[in-house]
């Protein structure tokens, strides 16, 4: 059972940045497909950020050029540099995983197997 720890949220003002992490109890890099998901309460859940095991990465039109995904190989913790930040990016982020070469749609929510406990970002204005 594979599982995912998020940490690095908090609590920033607008415009600022955060990197959240993401440590998998395994090594997923070259046989997973990994998102980041965010949720506010009353809303449903929804993709941030998918990175495929090639490398491929998608992006909600809402952080496009904003947020980066990335993985670091040294560490094998998944990343997510986030910049420019806005009150609506407050959220819980979650850190997803399924064993698959690509998941299309990238967000779809129930294709990913794997989910962590979440971290907390508040953007205040």
């Known amino acids: 059972q594979l599982q995912l720890v998020e940490s690095g949220g908090g609590s920033v003002q607008t415009g600022g940045s955060l990197r959240l992490s993401c440590e998998p109890s395994?090594?997923?890099?070259?046989?997973?497909?990994l998102a980041w998901f965010r949720q506010v309460p009353g809303k449903e859940r929804e993709g941030v950020a998918a990175i495929l095991p090639r490398g491929e990465t998608y992006y909600a039109d809402s952080v496009n050029g904003r947020f980066t995904i990335s993985k670091d190989h040294s560490t094998a913790i998944l990343r997510l540099q986030m910049n420019s930040l806005q009150p609506e990016d407050t959220a819980m982020y979650y850190c997803?995983?399924?064993?698959?070469?690509?998941?299309?749609?990238?967000?779809?929510?129930?294709?990913?197997?794997?989910w962590g406990q979440g971290t907390q970002v508040t953007v205040s204005s």
């Open positions: 997803a995983a399924v064993r698959a070469e690509r998941v299309d749609p990238p967000f779809s929510v129930s294709a990913y197997t794997y």
């Open positions: 395994a090594y997923t890099f070259s046989r997973y497909t």
